[in-house]
């Protein structure tokens, strides 16, 4: 397995005070994410992980948690880590389960927490299972995981029409605001929101995972050519490319809302005749 020389360090890094601060608890660090897709950038992309742990981590664990992310968070400032802790049992389970009451630690956006962990779900076991790395443990096909594509497509419908529908309502209900934000803030919305939506198009219609760039190549070859600019803009800002593509922020945002109601229409009709 080879990973950028930073993800290596970091890894290394994080392996060594997990060993020092929780001796004995560790079986194994896997990657899934943008690394497991090889579409890492530096000083954008986390390192997505999932930790085997051989016990139940609870609260009085989480002062040896936080020290340890804490420490990688002040040595390395990019890339950040993005990941869960998880018993063999865990690995391929959906956190919508009925019988799963447990708490899980995880660490995301620079602060740990205990609680339902939202990634639990058939995106990320099927990059696990089909491209994850394995850093150390038991190979990832001895895991009991078995996402089946029409699972992933559905997933990806529902948060289609529920998280990317009504964050495209709000966003339009307060783009006098948004368009009044940094550049820098912009930016990340339509990168986020543009991209993300790509990739929901891509897994609809390949049954498949793709990265965000790779997403927006696929969109320029799929989609009409008015939707070509703000595709082209969010892979610019997601590559560090400075081409200014639109006149005004008013423009870009106005551009991303047109395209998020236009394919999620395209996506649900498609969704609807493969039923």
């Given amino acids: 397995m080879v990973l950028p020389d930073i993800v290596e360090k970091v890894i290394k890094d994080y392996i ?41 981590l609870t609260e009085g664990d989480s002062e040896a948690l936080s020290y340890i992310h804490k420490t990688i968070e002040n040595k390395y400032k990019k890339p950040e880590m993005d990941g869960v802790y998880a018993l063999r049992e865990d690995i391929g389970k959906l956190h919508k389960s009925s019988d799963d009451h447990k708490e899980y630690p995880y660490y ?3 602060k ?63 783009i006098d605001q948004l368009v009044k934000l940094p550049s820098s803030e912009i930016d990340l ?3 986020w929101t543009v991209l993300g939506l790509l990739r929901q198009f ?9 990265s965000k760039l790779d997403a927006g190549e696929y969109g320029i070859k799929q989609l009409p050519v ?33 395209f998020s109601k236009f394919l999620i229409h395209q996506c649900n009709n498609f969704a609807g005749k493969n039923k």
Avoid at 148 to 156: A, D, F, K, M
Avoid at 202 to 210: F, G, P, R, S, V
Avoid at 229 to 254: T, V, W, Y
């Fill in 16 to 56: 060594n005070l997990l060993n020092d601060h929780l001796p004995g608890t560790i079986e194994g660090v896997y990657i899934h994410g943008s690394l497991a897709l090889d579409a890492y950038i530096d000083d954008s992309s986390d390192i997505d992980f999932i930790t085997l742990i051989n016990r139940q």
């Fill in 226 to 258: 008015e939707w070509h600019n703000i595709i082209r803009e969010a892979m610019n800002i997601r590559s560090g490319e400075k081409e200014k593509i639109f006149d005004s922020e008013m423009n870009r945002l106005n551009s991303t809302l047109g």
């Fill in 112 to 174: 740990l927490a205990f609680g339902d962990y939202f990634n639990f779900n058939p995106i990320t076991w099927w990059v696990l299972k089909s491209k994850g790395k394995k850093v150390f443990g038991p190979e990832i096909a001895d895991f009991n995981i078995d996402t089946q594509p029409q699972e992933l497509t559905s997933y990806v419908v529902e948060n289609m029409n529920f998280y990317w529908s009504n964050r495209t309502q709000m966003a339009e209900a307060s």
């Fill in 202 to 210: 891509y897994t609809i219609k390949e049954n498949d995972i793709i």
């Fill in 108 to 110: 995301n956006n620079g």
């Fill in 189 to 191: 919305e339509i990168e």
